[in-house]
Every structure is written in C-alpha cells, then in structure tokens.
C-alpha cells in the first residue's frame, strides 16, 4: 500500500451532510474524537454499550451529536445499529477493552478470548456490517484505533521501543489483540482498493478509562486529532497504514 511516511497536511474538507460513527465514544479518545469532528461540521452518531452513558455525551455535546447504542461484542447489537444509523462516510473503530493479564504465564486464556472479541472480532463485525453503507459514500474511511504496544517492529530488535520491565513480555491479550487489529487493517485497505482510506491509529499513552488506576498519560484530545486527521483525508491520501497520532508512520 501506501509508502508516504507522513500524512498530507492539508485534510479533506468535509461535504455537508457527511455522516460518522464513532465506537466507545461516551468518553476518552472516543469522545474527543467525536467531538473534533462535529467541529468539522460532521454528523456524528456517538455508539456506546451503556446507554445512559451515551446518552449523556451526546447531549453534552449537542446538535449533531446523535446516540446509538452498540455492543461492538454482540452482532445482534451491531446489525440493529447498522439498521438505524443508515448511510455513512466515516467509521471510526475506537471501542476496546483492556482484560489484563500480563505474560504467557500469568494471561488466562478467558482474558485473550475477552481482548479479542471486542477489538478484534467486533472491529471486524462492525466494518462488516457497516460496508454496504461505506461503499455509497463519496469519501469512505475508516480509522481503526490500535495501540503502537502492537506494533511488532517497535517491540523487536535489539532497541525495542518498549523494553521496561513492566511492559516487556507482558500484556499478551490486549498487545497482541492490537496486533491483529493491523493485520486487519493492511488487508482491508488491500481488499477495498485506494478509493477507501482505511488505516489504523497509534494514539500514544493517554489518561482514559482502558487501564484500570491509570493516572498517567496525555492527553485524549491530541490523539483524537490524530484519528480526525485520518477520517478526513483527500482523496489522493494513503491507505493501509499505522500511522502514530503525530502524522508520521509507524512500523506494522
């Protein structure tokens, strides 16, 4: 795909009447995400599995701002929202879990199954159902949020970007759900061909609710710019990439 190593500057201009949808968007990156983008005068539906929850952030942020409730683990759930949402241009997969569990000794294999059924498998689920409505669009895109703790190139070699003790080794379900989540999006990109932009997001340490006690961490608004960046490239943007949330490409 793609061999750019920085995302183009310029974004593309949304068209009026430009409809999103953003997972896991009542509150952290999810929530900024959509927040940015009805900024850009996009319609935003704001899916999250709690409904007072997402209900909450919706009113909060007003008009454009609309509520679907979705359970991106439950495909009975993700088809009654495809059949309410209707037509889409931008699909933003940002709805993860984080199970625990540290290294292949100490990970269940009940917290893997969890990691993978909501980023991986219900990624997959929501893009599916999500498709014929994206193929309409003048401008597809989806934007999968990863993790660059996924990334194999950063957590191999004799430098890896996160050799610490309390990292190295450990994470299993939710690093390597991610991984799948690039994998998944280098294939997509390659099966949907250059008029969708379909690439994943590293967004950087940020202080959301994914890790339980996590106090640390930037913050979301700037690695929600960075999924915005990717939801409104040109036409003549890249595809099939992980891009960190600063615009420059990271390694698979």
Same mark, same amino acid.
């Given at each position: ?34 927040? =940015?983008?009805?900024? %850009? ?35 009975? $759930?993700?088809?009654? +929202?495809?059949? =309410? ?16 569990? @540290? ?6 294999? @009940? ?16 893009? =599916? ?6 193929? %309409?669009?003048?401008?597809? %895109?989806?934007?999968?949020?990863? $993790?660059?703790?996924? $990334? ?22 939710? %690093?390597?759900?991610? *991984? ?7 294939? *997509?990109? =390659? +099966?949907?061909? @250059? ?29 929600? +710019?960075? +999924? ?25």
């Amino acid at each position: 795909m793609t061999e750019t190593t920085s995302l183009p500057a310029e974004t593309h201009n949304p068209a009026s009447g430009t409809i999103a949808l953003v997972t896991g968007a009542n509150s952290g990156i999810g929530l900024e995400t959509a927040r =940015q983008l009805l900024d %850009r005068g996009v319609t935003v539906w704001m899916g999250a599995r709690d409904a007072e929850k997402g209900r909450l952030a919706a009113d909060a942020l007003g008009a454009g701002a609309r509520f679907v409730r979705i359970d991106v683990a439950d495909p009975a $759930s993700i088809d009654a +929202a495809a059949e =309410q949402v209707g037509d889409l241009g931008i699909l933003v997969n940002n709805a993860g879990v984080n199970p625990g569990g @540290e290294d292949i000794a100490a990970t269940s294999l @009940e917290q893997l199954r969890l990691a993978y059924e909501t980023n991986v498998f219900g990624l997959i689920g929501v893009t =599916q159902a999500f498709l014929p409505s994206l193929q %309409r669009s003048a401008h597809p %895109r989806i934007v999968n949020v990863s $993790s660059g703790t996924g $990334s194999l190139a950063w957590n191999s070699g004799p430098n890896p970007q996160f050799d610490w003790d309390r990292v190295k080794g450990g994470g299993l379900a939710y %690093r390597t759900s991610k *991984t799948a989540v690039n994998a998944v999006t280098l294939l *997509t990109a =390659q +099966a949907l061909g @250059e008029r969708f932009k379909v690439n994943a997001l590293a967004p950087g340490l940020r202080a959301t609710n994914l890790i339980p006690g996590m106090a640390v961490g930037g913050d979301p608004a700037e690695a929600a +710019a960075g +999924a915005v960046r990717l939801a409104l490239l040109p036409d003549d943007g890249p595809t099939g990439a992980l891009w960190s949330w600063d615009g420059t490409r990271a390694p698979w």
